[in-house]
């Protein structure tokens, strides 16, 4: 079964610094997709960013970036010019690519809590 | 403007009463979702929807009940048999329901047992 890990429950940066949050995930799977979703306060998931595994070049959106290692199953999102409104809980998710519904579900790790330093 | 709408934001369950909490969106996607969210813990699959009038189990259904009738509208009840229903839920939808397709979220609500 795939699962997804997420080792760092907390971080915290300083206003306008750079921060890296980690992921690994595990899977047998050739074809498969990775999320990064940032919950704030409100608890509404919001999507930051997506990787699709067949992609080699790194997805990248405004100041949020991600660094995949397909070999390492390594998937993680930095974050440039932090701003107080990044401050937030991030989970890293998988989805397989191949078939529909349950088989490609969402699967998600534990979670980061990002707290901004003014 | 397009969406996930979820209500109620708040709802309070008495011991052996059914709720019902609604998820409607009108980005035109087939595919429907609900997750729970508990403290400390990412989001476990109930229930999903790939398509109108058909509806299959994810990996923590037992305690709950879904339809999709329309296709904008994915209601979830959680039932009496639920003996711990107090979770953050979540309502998702997508285009299709292939590994290719985003997910997209409502705002949630939160159920609170009496």
């Known amino acids: 079964a795939q699962t997804v890990t997420q080792s760092q429950p907390e971080m915290s940066v300083q206003e306008a610094e750079t921060v890296t949050l980690s992921c690994t995930y595990d899977?047998?799977?050739?074809?498969?997709?990775l999320f990064w979703y940032k919950q704030p306060p409100s608890r509404q998931m919001i999507l930051v960013i997506r990787?699709?595994?067949?992609?080699?070049q790194n997805a990248t959106e405004n100041r949020f970036s991600v660094n995949f290692q397909k070999a390492a199953k390594s998937f993680s999102l930095k974050i440039s010019d932090s701003q107080l409104g990044d401050a937030a809980m991030y989970f890293c998710a998988y989805r397989g690519g191949l078939g529909g519904g349950a088989t490609n579900k969402l699967i998600f790790g534990t979670g980061t809590l990002l707290a901004v330093q003014p | 403007d397009g969406g996930i709408t979820q209500s109620p934001k708040y709802l309070f369950r008495k011991e052996g009463q059914n709720v019902t909490l609604s998820c409607e969106q009108n980005?035109?996607?087939?595919?429907m979702y609900w997750y729970r969210q508990d403290p400390g813990q990412g989001l476990r699959l109930i229930y999903y929807s790939q398509i109108v009038n058909d509806f299959q189990k994810g990996d923590i259904a037992e305690g709950y009940s879904v339809s999709r009738e329309k296709k904008e509208s994915f209601p979830l009840t959680v039932t009496s048999a639920q003996k711990n229903p107090t979770a953050f839920y979540l309502c998702?939808?997508?285009?299709?329901?292939?590994?290719?397709?985003?997910?997209?979220f409502g705002p949630g609500t939160r159920l609170l047992v009496l």
């Open positions: 899977t047998s799977e050739s074809d498969y997709y």
């Open positions: 980005l035109n996607h087939d595919a």
């Open positions: 990787q699709e595994a067949y992609k080699q």
């Open positions: 998702a939808s997508s285009m299709g329901g292939g590994g290719r397709e985003t997910q997209y």
